[in-house]
């Protein structure tokens, strides 16, 4: 979720859910140790709890990295060895990785050695990478990164090709195989195992949940970010009513406020939240109004102020919620 996930997303998706577990973007090692660590680790209080997603293949490195994440306050520390995409590759990292579980395991025995017990230090994986894609393959992945002490796995059901598919294609090419991950909880009970790939309902991920520990939702919490607002009640139990979408975005308007007096851009939030209404009623002339005006110098809250009207048909909000 490279260029999604941001912090700005992340606030917004926590006003959904209070219980969901929320990951930053994959950062490399050698960016937190040597960028912009504000701009790369910072993140609202309100996030919590939130998984600082590392890239990289240096264990050294990536227990710096990682101390670097713990120290910043993020809850865990988790290492993606699942990213199919041509620049990781050619920095060694993500899925190729898959095919060295020796070094995984190298680097998550560094990164625990170096972070307080009580922040986990988890793996993002595929079920294969290439030839490499039989069910004694990836057994044999995750026992040699376990034997570290290592007890979370967030396991993508699909198998990534990195050879001759693009990363567009890797989301759809080859097929999902949930089985497989449901085998691999079943063959390691002391594990906890979580699903990820191609789930897009709360129904589908509750079916999951009868032969997996977790479920992971990416592409579908971000263009359709309504379905988080059920997260608490039907995965979690928590009781109480989910917020409406009217009460979310009001409770955004603060934030996007404090945000441009600070210097930023609308827009730099308002990417996030375009598909609220998704299936809704006048859902279009939602997004068409946000990606009309958000972009535009000087664009304030009113423009999400001019698309909560347009929606929800009530009024614009008014500006005491925004204070």
Same mark, same amino acid.
């Given at each position: +979720?490279?260029?999604?996930?941001?912090?700005?997303?992340?606030?917004?998706?926590?006003?959904?859910?209070?219980?969901?577990?929320?990951?930053?973007? +994959?950062?490399?090692?050698?960016?937190?140790?040597?960028?912009?660590?504000?701009?790369?680790?910072?993140?609202?209080?309100?996030?919590?709890?939130?998984?600082?997603?590392?890239?990289?293949?240096?264990?050294? $490195?990536?227990?710096?990295?990682?101390?670097?994440?713990?120290?910043?306050?993020?809850?865990?520390?988790?290492? @993606?060895?699942?990213?199919?995409?041509?620049?990781?590759?050619?920095? =060694?990292?993500?899925?190729?990785? +898959?095919?060295?579980?020796?070094?995984?395991?190298?680097?998550?025995?560094? +990164?625990?050695? $170096?972070?307080?017990?009580?922040? #986990?230090?988890?793996?993002? @994986?595929?079920?294969?990478?290439?030839?490499?894609?039989?069910?004694?393959?990836?057994?044999?992945?995750?026992?040699?990164?376990?034997?570290?002490?290592?007890?979370? &796995?967030?396991?993508?059901?699909?198998?990534?090709?990195? *050879?001759?598919?693009? #990363? $567009?294609? @890797?989301?759809?090419?080859?097929?999902?195989?949930?089985?497989?991950?449901? $085998?691999?909880?079943?063959?390691?009970?002391?594990?906890?195992?979580?699903?990820?790939?191609?789930?897009?309902?709360?129904?589908?991920?509750?079916?999951?949940? *009868?032969?997996?520990?977790?479920?992971?939702?990416?592409?579908?919490?971000?263009?359709?970010?309504?379905?988080?607002?059920?997260?608490?009640?039907?995965? &979690?139990?928590?009781?109480?009513?989910?917020?409406?979408?009217?009460?979310?975005?009001?409770?955004?308007?603060?934030?996007?406020?404090?945000?441009?007096?600070?210097?930023?851009?609308? @827009?730099?939030?308002?990417?996030?939240?375009?598909?609220?209404?998704?299936?809704?009623?006048?859902?279009?002339?939602?997004? =068409?109004?946000?990606?009309?005006?958000?972009?535009?110098?000087?664009?304030?809250?009113?423009?999400?102020?001019?698309?909560?009207?347009?929606?929800?048909?009530?009024?614009?909000?008014?500006?005491?919620?925004?204070?």
């Amino acid at each position: +979720m490279m260029d999604w996930t941001d912090r700005h997303c992340r606030y917004f998706h926590r006003l959904l859910s209070a219980r969901a577990l929320l990951y930053s973007e +994959m950062v490399t090692a050698d960016a937190v140790i040597q960028g912009d660590r504000e701009r790369l680790l910072a993140f609202n209080p309100h996030e919590h709890p939130v998984a600082l997603q590392l890239g990289g293949s240096n264990p050294a $490195r990536l227990a710096e990295a990682a101390v670097i994440g713990a120290d910043w306050g993020y809850d865990e520390i988790n290492l @993606n060895v699942g990213c199919p995409s041509d620049r990781v590759q050619e920095g =060694r990292f993500g899925a190729c990785l +898959m095919a060295e579980p020796e070094l995984v395991a190298e680097c998550v025995a560094a +990164m625990r050695a $170096r972070v307080p017990s009580h922040i #986990p230090v988890t793996v993002k @994986n595929r079920i294969g990478i290439d030839a490499q894609d039989s069910e004694a393959d990836l057994n044999r992945f995750v026992e040699t990164v376990a034997g570290t002490g290592c007890r979370i &796995f967030i396991v993508h059901a699909r198998k990534a090709w990195l *050879q001759g598919l693009s #990363p $567009r294609e @890797n989301r759809e090419v080859p097929p999902l195989d949930y089985g497989r991950v449901c $085998r691999l909880k079943a063959a390691h009970p002391e594990l906890t195992i979580v699903i990820n790939g191609g789930i897009t309902s709360l129904d589908e991920a509750e079916a999951h949940l *009868q032969h997996v520990d977790g479920v992971a939702l990416g592409r579908a919490a971000y263009q359709t970010p309504w379905l988080l607002a059920e997260v608490d009640r039907r995965l &979690f139990g928590t009781a109480g009513a989910a917020p409406s979408r009217r009460a979310a975005l009001e409770a955004l308007l603060p934030y996007a406020e404090r945000h441009i007096a600070a210097g930023g851009r609308l @827009n730099n939030i308002v990417r996030h939240i375009l598909g609220l209404y998704h299936g809704q009623p006048r859902a279009r002339a939602f997004r =068409r109004h946000l990606s009309e005006h958000a972009p535009r110098d000087g664009a304030g809250i009113d423009v999400l102020q001019e698309a909560l009207a347009l929606v929800e048909g009530h009024g614009a909000p008014a500006l005491a919620a925004a204070e």
